[in-house]
């Protein structure tokens, strides 16, 4: 009898270990206005009501999204197939009633790439695509949910798919059959920071020392190859390596769709972000970017996007508050340190270019004179407090200061401990420091990172976040840029040579770049003139601006420079000396003539590669 009763009780505890996961079933084979069905057979519950939950916030976005808007159709049955009660639990969430027979949901989810207006849009790289047979977005919270309170238990994923796609994600994706994918992963936070990309095979797989790197690519018209995009990330690879000593992941998934720009929808509506852009996870990124302008001109944006995205492998990944660890997908608690989770990163991103010299010197300064101008343009206020409030219509509206003022801040502080430590400290180093105390498994307290960092460095430090983080006070820029030999100037005058008033635009019809806006010039220009070529250099996409640049705007020699037009479909060959003026320019960043030995001592540590 003993032995009965042991084998009925290890029976029951077997039956109800089993239960406790999702089985979820993502139909992507059979899609109907551009929806998705989506069923699961659900945890066993022992309440009579519970709450079915798709985020309203998510990780590294830091604005209300509410992905249960896409939600359609949600239904609840007992195992009998007998439907249950479901009602709002909030805008746009579901609570289930008579909830200890439910077995099984039912949904279709929205394609959010669709939506051309609302006041909470989501930029793509952190909705869904549907496009059916062809393209699957897959963010994981866009598609999947949990009961509210069992966020922590695992799921079992069985996707249906056209043979012709493959499944790319940091997640492992189990084939099998041809058209049928599996997946398991433990908990929700760990499924949701794992999008999966669904498209014709196109993918490439390069080393960083003892990582794994993966480009995976879906471009609409099939103008750019994975092989393409692995050409972009391996200088960053090689500059990140030099940075970490040794990447913190072993394996890393670069998730690109490149998208037809004359094609995508232009929206109506309030909301952060929209269009092209990236969405940084722990081990992988998402992209939505241009195809149409050639592999040149993606290359130099996609090498700065990149960049950005992967040092997200130190910010938050192996550094971060208990908000991040514990993210709240309902009611968001945000975390006070978006200049370091967000600002350090962008500030990083740059330096790093700088130190593998995949840009210059100048290229590094402009870049950061421009995040000072834009920085201008934000009103003064406490870049903690506006993290912590980031939801905010208020903060909202000043997110995005985090990638210029939030760079600069960063850049600020790093020449502040370079320059106390003679040398022999960095930004960089005090956050690797932390990241030996804290990990992806160990959060810090909101409260304690900034101490924490000036107790590794010096009081000035302290003042430092007082006055100008935690503080709204803007700093002595020419202070800081001082500690390595440049002077930072509000207004400059500069002498530059100078052909005239004129620009350029680019006729979408035609594919031609236009001069527009001509005024008097040198050249005798006039206006829709087709720009084909400068100083013997043929114009193409990727290359006009920068010769636009160089020789019209930024020019400092007196010589004659030739250019070559269409004008009514006849080729003239032009050619003009420029003019000796002076221009003042804002906020203006330039080296001094004579640097000190302290001031070239920082500044070899300013640019120096951290590990060679």
């Known amino acids: 009898m003993k032995q009965t009763l042991l084998l009925i009780a290890f029976a029951l505890f077997f039956q109800l270990g089993k239960a406790q996961k999702y089985e979820y079933n993502l139909d992507l084979q059979t899609i109907k206005k551009h929806r998705v069905t989506v069923t699961c057979i659900v945890p066993q519950q022992t309440n009579d009501r519970v709450d079915f939950i798709f985020p309203n916030v998510i990780p590294g976005s830091y604005a209300l999204k509410e992905f249960g808007r896409y939600i359609k159709n949600f239904k609840a049955y007992d195992a009998n197939g007998k439907k249950l009660k479901v009602k709002k639990a909030d805008r746009f969430n579901f609570s289930i009633l008579d909830a200890k027979r439910l077995k099984r949901i039912e949904y279709n989810v929205d394609d959010s790439w669709e939506e051309k207006d609302g006041d909470h849009f989501i930029f793509q790289p952190g909705g ?12 994981n919270y866009g598609f999947f949910g949990y009961i509210d309170g069992m966020k922590t238990v695992p799921y079992d994923i069985t996707i249906q798919k056209p043979s012709n796609l493959k499944g790319y994600s940091y997640l492992t994706i189990n084939s ?36 794994e790197i993966t480009a995976c690519v879906f471009s609409e018209n099939n103008k750019i190859n994975a092989n393409q995009m692995v050409e972009i990330l391996k200088p960053i690879g090689t500059a990140l390596q030099h940075f970490f000593g040794e990447l913190p992941v072993d394996r890393y998934v670069f998730i690109f769709y490149l998208a037809d720009a004359t094609k995508v929808p232009k929206r109506k509506g309030k909301g952060l972000g929209s269009g092209f852009g990236a969405l940084e996870h722990n081990h992988s990124s998402m992209y939505f970017m241009p195809e149409n302008y050639g592999f040149e001109s993606l290359k130099e944006n996609m090498s700065q996007v990149c960049a950005h995205e992967f040092l997200h492998i130190l910010t938050p990944l192996n550094l971060h508050s208990k908000e991040i660890e514990d993210f709240n997908f309902r009611v968001p608690v945000m975390s006070k340190h978006l200049w370091m989770y967000e600002g350090v990163t962008e500030y990083f991103s740059q330096i790093i270019q700088l130190q593998d010299s995949l840009i210059t010197m100048e290229d590094f300064m402009n870049e950061m004179r421009s995040k000072i101008n834009t920085s201008s343009e934000f009103d003064t206020f406490s870049m903690t407090q506006m993290s912590k409030d980031v939801i905010t219509s208020e903060n ?12 600069v801040l960063g850049m600020m502080l790093d020449l502040l401990i370079i320059d106390k430590s003679n040398g022999s400290n960095s930004l960089r180093q005090v956050l690797m420091e932390l990241t030996k105390k804290y990990g992806p498994s160990r959060p810090f307290n909101d409260d304690d990172l900034i101490p924490e960092i000036v107790a590794l460095t010096y009081p000035e430090v302290g003042d430092f976040f007082k006055k100008y983080i935690v503080g709204s006070e803007t700093p002595d820029y020419n202070v800081y840029f001082n500690t390595i030999g440049y002077q930072f100037s509000n207004l400059y005058k500069e002498s530059i040579y100078y052909f005239g008033n004129f620009g350029l635009r680019y006729n979408e019809n035609t594919k031609e ?44 020699s007196p010589e004659a420079i030739y250019v070559t037009i269409l004008r009514n479909g006849k080729k003239l060959d032009l050619v003009a000396r420029p003019q000796p003026a ?11 003539e004579q640097l000190t030995e302290k001031e070239k001592s920082n500044l070899k540590k300013f640019t120096e590669k951290a590990h060679q």
Not at 177 to 202: E, F, R, V
Not at 396 to 407: F, I, K, M, N, P
């Open 582 to 592: 002076t221009r003042t320019r804002s906020n203006f960043v330039h080296r001094s």
């Open 176 to 211: 099998t059959s041809p058209t049928s994918d599996h997946i398991s992963i433990g908990n929700y936070d760990l499924l949701a920071d794992s999008p999966i990309m669904y498209c014709p095979p196109q993918d490439a797989t390069f080393k960083v020392g003892k990582s």
């Open 128 to 139: 869904t695509n549907i496009s059916a047979g062809s393209n699957f977005v897959i963010n």
């Open 396 to 407: 909202q509206a000043r997110y995005l200061s985090v990638y210029s003022r939030g760079a």
């Open 513 to 556: 770049l236009l001069f527009t806006d001509v005024q008097n010039n040198a050249f005798g220009l006039k206006n829709n003139d087709v720009f084909v070529s400068v100083a013997n250099q043929d114009i193409k996409m990727e290359n006009a601006a920068e010769l636009f640049i160089k020789y019209f705007k930024e020019n400092k």
